[in-house]
């Protein structure tokens, strides 16, 4: 199971971060991804860790301003956003996948694992 949470409202500039608990399985070989959903837009990849190692990968667009990161002890997986833009507006997923290829990692359906979302909205 993954949990997201961390979302709200905060103003243009600003920064959050999320959250994503995972439990009710081993994550130890999985990659764990952040992906958006903006109203009346398709799910985008956000970003993705390894948790074996920490490898991360971004989506070009997020590069710079997005950090993500796990605490292995938690179990936890975060998305530190910061200058945060208007059209980051969106609801936040975090998903895990045992199986996907880099290539893939921005393909939603190649990841098994869903979180319920969590939704940032970046006001003036």
């Known amino acids: 199971q993954l949990q997201a949470s961390g979302g709200g409202l905060v103003q243009f500039g600003g920064s959050l971060r999320l959250s994503c608990a995972a439990s009710?399985?081993?994550?130890?070989?999985?990659?764990m991804g952040w992906f958006r959903q903006a109203p009346g837009k398709e799910r985008e990849f956000v970003a993705s860790?390894?948790?074996?190692?920490?490898?991360?990968n971004y989506a070009d667009s997020q590069k710079g301003r997005f950090t993500i990161s796990r605490d292995i002890v938690k179990n936890t997986v975060y998305l530190q956003m910061n200058s945060l833009k208007f059209e980051d507006t969106a609801v936040y997923y975090c998903?895990?996948?045992?199986?996907?290829?880099?290539?893939?990692?921005?393909?939603?359906?190649?990841?098994?694992?869903w979180g319920q979302g969590t939704l940032v909205t970046v006001s003036s």
């Open positions: 009710g399985r081993s994550f130890t070989n999985y990659k």
């Open positions: 860790i390894r948790w074996n190692g920490g490898i991360t």
């Open positions: 998903a895990a996948s045992a199986r996907v290829i880099a290539s893939q990692l921005g393909v939603p359906s190649s990841w098994e694992h």
